[in-house]
Structures are given as C-alpha cells and as structure tokens.
C-alpha cells in the first residue's frame, strides 16, 4: 500500500514538556487507523497537529508524497482533515441545522440563509444516524449523546479526505455506538474515506480499526494490523506493563447499615428508589444513560430536592439541604463531568486538591503554606497524582490525573459515604487501574462507596452488590456472585 | 539540566503575574518623567499616590466582587450617598464616629441588597447595580437637598475621623491608611478561606458549590465589603476635603473597575489580585495627574484616558503571552 499521510520524527514540546518525541509513522489511505495510548501519551498532540490547531516543535507529515505544513486550521481543512473532538461544545442557543452549516458558505442563498435547503440537508444527517430530532430543534435540548452525535454528523457531512475521531463514543449508548459504527463504515467503503480513531475502549479497536498505532509517553511504540494483536497485547503494548484486571474477588462489606433511602422520588427522573449501603460496600448502580441514576446520587448530595422519601445515615433520619449539608454528613461527590462539577480551571492543582479540606491547613484563620505543601505531598504519593509543580492549573494535568486530584480532594475529607458517577470516564487504562484499586483500599477503611458506571465489566469487577435502574425505578439487585453483564443488562432494559 | 533551568524560569513567571502592569506602569513613568521634569518631585509623587487612595480602597472592595464573577456599578454612588449621610450627620453636631459608623453600616447594607438580589433573586449584578446606581445618587441629592454640604462644627474637625485627612511629616495619613488595607486585602485574599472560596466561586460557581462553599454567601460578602470600602473611601474624601459635592463620586465606578481590570482581573471571574489592583489604581492617578501636569485640555482628558486604558491592556496582554509563549 502506498503511504498516505506520513509521519517524519514529529517531536513537540510545550515548555519543559515534551509531548511527542520523534514519533514516525505512515497513514494508508481509505483505512481505519486507531490511536491508542493511555492519558498524557501524545495522542491528543498529534490530533491537535493534524487538526492546526499546534505546530510541531520538529519534524514534519507528508501527505501523498509532499511535505505540508498544517500552520492553521483552515489549512487543516483545506487538505482534506475533519477533526471530532472529545469536547467541543455545539451553540446551545442554535438549532441542530445551524450548527451543523455553521460557517459553511452550502447553508446561503444570495445575501439570505437557506433555511430549507439546510433543514432539507439535516434531515438527511438525522436520518442516517437514526436520531429521533427535528432540524429545528435547539441543541440545547439534546442529551449528551445526541449532542456528541450531531458533532460527527457535521463532520461527516462536508465528506473530509481524513476524518479525524477523539473518543466519540465516550457519552454514547450501545445502540448509538452501534449506528456510529456502521456510519463510519460506510464512509470507508463508499467514498473511502481514510479514518483516524482515538479510544481508550479496546473492544471498539478489534472490531472497527484495520490498523493500530500505539503511543507511550510521548514515544511511538508499534504499528500493526489489528488481526495480528490481541486486546490484552494491546494493553501490554499502552502500559509497558502486564495490568491484572480480575482483581481479586474481595469484600469488605460488614452488616452495619450506614446508609438507608427509603421511597426516594424526584418528578419524572425517579421514583420509589429504595437500598441499603452498608460500611465497606461497593455498591453499584447500573443501567443505561438517563435510567436516573446520576439523578439519584445529585439528590442523596442535596444538589437537587427530592419530593418525597426517607434518608437515614447511621440510623438518624437525615434532610439533606444542600451539598454544603452533605459534606457535614459525612458524603463525598466524585462528579461525572469533571471539568464543569469539579475541577476550578483557574486555579491550581494543589488549590483544587485541597478545596474540600481547606480547614485542614488553616490555623488562626490563615492558611499555612507548610501545611498544605505537606498534606499535597502526601497526596501525590497516596494517589500517584503525577503532577510537575502543583502550583500550575489543575487543567495542566492529563485526564487521570485530574480525577486522582478530584478523588483526593473527597477522600481527604475522610467521607464516610463516597459517592461516585463514572468515576473512570475519560480516563486511560493505567489511570482505571489506579482507581479502582484506590476505591477498593477506601471500603477496605470502612466507607461505603456508591458507584455509577456504564461500563459493565467495571461494575461487575468492583461492586459487592449492584443494583440496576430502569426508567426512573430501580428493577433488579443483584449480589456479586449473581452478576454477570447479561444479567445487569436484563434488568437494565427491563426484560423478563 | 536545562530543563531544570527552565522550569524554575517558568516558576519565576507564574509567581509574579503582575510583571506585565508594572511594566505597564514602568513605561508611563519614564514617558511623563521625560515629557515633564517636575513629575518626579517628591511633592508631586506623594500627590499622585494620596490620589490613588480613594479609588484604591474602592478597587479592593471591586476585586473581591469582580473575582467572584460579579460586578458592582454602585459604588460611585454608594461612596457619594454615604458621604453625604456621614456629612449631615456631622453637621448636625453629632458625634462624627457616629457618623462614620452610620456610613460604613449605609455602604454595608446597599452592599447586602446588590449581593442579595444578585444571587438569591437571581438577578444579574449588572442590572441590580444599575438600579442601585440611580437609585442611590438620588438619595445623595435627596437627603441633601442637592446642596453641597460643608463649614463643619469646629469641634467636629478636631475628631479623629478629621484626623484621617491630615499629614505625618510629609506623608498623608490617608497614604498609611490606604497602605495597612491593602496588606490586609492581600493576605485576606491570599491566606484565609474567604479568598480562597472568592477565587473558586469565580472560577466554577457549580464546582465551588459542589465542593460545599456557600457561593451564594461568598458572593454577598464580597459586595458587603465592597459597599463598606466604598463609604470608608466617602469618609476619608470628607476628612481631606472638609466638604462633600452632591456629585460626589459621580462616574467614579468606571475608574474603579478599570483599576482592577488593568490590574488583571478577568470580568469572568477568578482572576485578580490585590496588588495587580494597586498597580492598576496607581496608573490611573499617574495618567491623571500626567495629564495636569502636561496642561492636556480638560475637555480631553477623559477620552485620553480611554485610549490609555485601551493601551495598557493591550501592552499587559502582549506581555503576559509573549512570557508563556517562549
């Protein structure tokens, strides 16, 4: 095969950091070419070049035999590249069809915006993606899913030469992904579209990529054809190390009842939600996106009211007010979006780290620089938060590493509740292991810990119990030996 | 070790994020000490310094607001209806620290109202602010009858409150004054829980919230300070001037915030610092009194202003990037 888009010792570093060290490698054209590599390994660099959004520091890419310089985005463009990033929010006041022509000269009719040529057009998008959305319909409305579906189906629509894919499945559904794929396989038959694919999911590697390039560090380590790996080969490959993901089967989980929800209810989001949490349980609560049960932790934390039901911690009926309220009753709150629930972009790591337990470093009403230097170190070593100098933004930090900081901030504060929604979303492998063997050592102390995860095999390795929503109502429980994925899917769907 | 090197470089930087103003300022100085010999003369510099203080005091209060991620149109009025409260009250033959205190208490409640309506009525601070904006320079002419007040009792002007307009030596006791609550600003802003959770409610309101700081209370307190900084900043002008014009302050909040923005402050939220902020009200004072000393017509002298504005932060971003960039 002829060499597409050639990669010649690309190095980028940003400051003292290198992101990419000599990294080469060829692209073919019309084949699905995945990126792997964990958190911080210069995938998203090398996205980011291709899409002229940086410039390497050194090194240069050849398209088609020539050398090019990708110095800007419209460049970027011009040569034929269309990249989806993770996240690039769409305009929320805008309808779907506006946001998809969004700058694009196709949606004007003379001096006027074509209205019904571009709703014409959308529809066609919404059609093939089998989305159930008007053209006119404002984003804002979309779910998550939607909305990160609407990205690639404006990518898709100005049929790029190389379609550039950052974790587009990160916020999909089984079935969504689903429709994805076949879209992305289509593209690739019909009018040969050549597919970089970024992802952390393995699976979506074996069964969409004819090749796959993994990335370490900033250093390329391998290109192959994906017949020829296996996932665990993969894993190998990413971590450098053999990572144990059938932890051992060990519960925690003693008889005392830490906490009790009783008929828990809220509008149309849930309704007669009742469980037990027990000192040193991991309970998971499984389900597909929208069943309610982020809802339910939102509430449990007093960021939404509930209309009716019963919390009790410890056996004292508790009302909670608000987070403030929760955090005195001893809960903690691992958000599902990090970068908006969590994480203070303007101010530093170790500022973020320490925002729940600010009163732990304040003497006399001051805050005491040696105390806190002391409590951050002892944080980077207890979470292996690799962090360069922790005065920097937190947004420095690369995904995992702003999670194990949000992780550390809420164990600090010794909770004897932790609650968790998604806790490993948009982390790399390497960083999951690390967290999860960082909420296994939590129940281990004696905390309860409720976990909210798409990911199955995570639920079914980590939780002593899970319970499974459908709908707004809780459908099934099932205990650690009874859980298997068909079984948390059954009750998920709410079959049989 | 180059990277060592380099690193501590960058380290330096990150440290002191008010390089780019003072240069800013840096600059203005050599201009004018160039274009008018006598700017340098002590007499002259004490000057500009004393007439930082009012906008000074008001720009601590305003970096607290503006850090939260909110903004406060009032308080030129706030400093002028206050004032005027404080100058009627002495008038009266009252005792003038009663004064003082019904000043500072008027500045701290119109504060609460902006911080209440703000968060808890969910308004946005610049409409509240507007409001309170009109509404309290209506009060400054109504409770004066649209008199300048003035000739205070003698016995009154012997007060420690007077005191506050007087000199040490060469140097204005309003100068120490404006110093001592800039420390303190600082190291409330740097060191304790309330400037923390101020930077976080700025920077990720929801965050902050989620992480159980009260933003809603962070919020409130902030314009309480400010409204209370701005009377403190009407008093100190009553014991200088020995008077109060109905107008007193009137305009004074686009001076403010431009010290505190020039100061680096983000209207966004969650970036600023108190000495940033000094800088900043340092400049203005030192554009003000350049242009005096230049004789630039009066008539000019506010758009010159703009075009400085303009300049500086032009010059404080080109800086500041040019810095992270290498």
């Given at each position: 095969m002829e060499p597409y888009i050639e990669f010649k010792n690309i190095t980028k570093k940003f400051g003292g950091t290198?992101?990419?060290?000599n990294v080469s490698f060829t692209i073919h054209k019309g084949e699905v070419h995945c990126l792997c590599g964990?958190?911080?390994?210069g995938k998203s660099t090398l996205i980011n070049i291709c899409g002229g959004v940086i410039t390497p520091t050194a090194g240069e890419i050849w398209m088609e035999g020539k050398p090019q310089k990708i110095n800007t985005i419209q460049k970027s463009g011009h040569l034929g590249f269309a990249v989806v990033h993770q996240e690039v929010p769409?305009?929320?006041?805008?309808?779907v069809a506006h946001n998809i022509f969004?700058?694009?000269?196709?949606?004007?009719k003379g001096l006027f915006i074509n209205e019904s040529y571009m709703n014409e057009k959308t529809q066609e998008l919404l059609d093939m993606f089998k989305l159930?959305?008007?053209?006119?319909?404002?984003?804002?409305?979309?779910?998550i899913a939607e909305q990160s579906i609407i990205q690639i189906a404006k990518a898709v629509y100005f049929k790029p030469k190389i379609l550039i894919l950052d974790e587009?499945?990160?916020?999909?559904?089984n079935d969504q992904r689903d429709i994805m794929f076949k879209v992305v396989k289509k593209l690739k038959e019909e009018q040969g579209t050549t597919i970089i694919y970024v992802s952390h999911r393995l699976e979506e590697v074996m069964e969409l990529g004819d090749r796959v390039t993994i990335l370490r560090d900033g250093h390329y380590i391998k290109t192959d054809?994906?017949?020829?790996?296996t996932m665990d080969q993969l894993v190998t490959l990413m971590v450098g190390r053999d990572i144990d993901?059938?932890?051992?089967?060990e519960s925690y989980a003693t008889?005392?009842?830490l906490l009790k929800v009783e008929n828990l209810c809220q509008g149309r989001n849930f309704q007669n939600v009742s469980f037990e949490l027990k000192r040193g349980e991991i309970l998971g609560l499984g389900g597909f996106?929208?069943?309610g049960r982020t809802e339910v932790l939102m509430a449990l934390f007093g960021d939404t009211k509930l209309d009716s039901g019963e919390i009790s911690i410890m056996g004292n009926p508790v009302h909670i007010k608000n987070p403030a309220d929760a955090i005195r009753h001893g809960i903690g709150l691992i958000p599902e979006n990090r970068r908006d629930?969590?994480?203070?972009?303007?101010?530093s790591i170790k500022q973020n780290a320490q925002l729940v337990v600010l009163k732990d470093v304040i003497r006399g009403g001051l805050i005491q620089k040696k105390a806190s230097d002391g409590l951050m170190n002892e944080m980077i070593q207890k979470y292996a938060i690799k962090a360069?100098?922790?005065?920097?933004?937190?947004?420095?930090?690369?995904g995992g590493n702003q999670q194990k900081v949000v992780i550390a901030r809420w164990i600090s504060n010794n909770p004897t509740i932790l609650l968790c929604d998604e806790?490993?979303?948009?982390?790399?492998v390497g960083a999951k292991a690390e967290v999860y063997a960082i909420l296994r050592s939590i129940a281990a102390q004696g905390i309860g810990v409720i976990m909210v995860s798409s990911e199955l095999p995570e639920l079914l390795a980590l939780c002593d119990r899970i319970i499974v929503m459908h709908e707004g109502k809780v459908t099934g429980e099932l205990r650690r030996e009874e859980a298997t994925e068909e079984a948390v899917m059954r009750y998920a769907a709410a079959i049989g | 070790m180059e990277k060592s090197v380099e690193l501590q470089e960058r380290k330096k930087r990150k440290t002191f994020r008010e390089f780019g103003v003072l240069m800013v300022l840096a600059a203005i100085v050599v201009v004018l000490s160039i274009a008018s010999p006598?700017?340098?003369?002590p007499i002259n510099l004490i000057n500009v310094v004393r007439q930082t203080v009012e906008i000074g005091v008001m720009a601590i209060g305003m970096t607290f607001v503006i850090v939260s991620a909110e903004i406060d149109l009032s308080v030129g009025s706030i400093f002028g209806a206050s004032a005027m409260l404080a100058a009627l009250i002495i008038k009266s033959g009252a005792d003038p620290t009663l004064a003082f205190l019904a000043s500072i208490g008027m500045g701290c409640g119109i504060g609460f109202a902006n911080g209440f309506l703000s968060t808890k009525a969910r308004m946005p601070a610049f409409i509240v602010t507007l409001g309170t904006m009109q509404l309290f320079r209506s009060v400054a002419y109504g409770i004066s009858g649209g008199q300048s007040i003035s000739a205070f009792p003698e016995q009154s002007l012997n007060s420690w409150v007077f005191q506050?307009?007087?000199?040490?030596g060469p140097i204005p006791v309003q100068v120490i004054i404006m110093g001592v609550m800039f420390v303190i600003a600082h190291v409330v802003m740097t060191k304790t829980k309330f400037g923390f959770d101020t930077y976080a409610t700025g920077g990720n309101k929801r965050g902050a919230m989620l992480g159980g700081i009260n933003t809603d209370r962070v919020k409130i307190v902030s314009f309480m300070l400010c409204g209370a900084l701005c009377a403190f900043a009407g008093i100190i002008s009553i014991a200088y001037l020995k008077s109060v014009p109905t107008?007193?302050?009137?305009?004074?909040e686009m001076d403010v915030i431009a010290a505190v923005i020039l100061g680096g402050?983000?209207?966004?939220?969650?970036r600023g610092t108190i000495l940033g902020t000094l800088i900043g009200a340092i400049i203005m004072s030192v554009i003000k009194n350049g242009m005096v000393l230049l004789s630039v017509p009066a008539f000019w002298q506010t758009g010159f202003i703009g075009v400085v504005i303009i300049l500086a932060v032009l010059l404080d971003t080109w800086i500041t990037q040019s810095g992270k960039n290498k």
């Open positions: 290198t992101a990419l060290s964990e958190n911080g390994s769409l305009c929320m006041n805008m309808s969004m700058g694009s000269p196709e949606s004007m159930k959305l008007r053209p006119t319909q404002l984003v804002e409305t979309l779910s587009p499945t990160a916020a999909l559904t054809d994906v017949s020829n790996v993901n059938t932890l051992p089967v008889d005392e009842v996106v929208g069943a629930d969590a994480l203070i972009a303007e101010m360069g100098d922790v005065n920097n933004s937190v947004m420095s930090l690369s806790p490993t979303r948009g982390i790399d | 006598s700017f340098l003369n506050m307009g007087g000199n040490i107008t007193a302050g009137t305009g004074r402050a983000a209207l966004t939220g969650g």
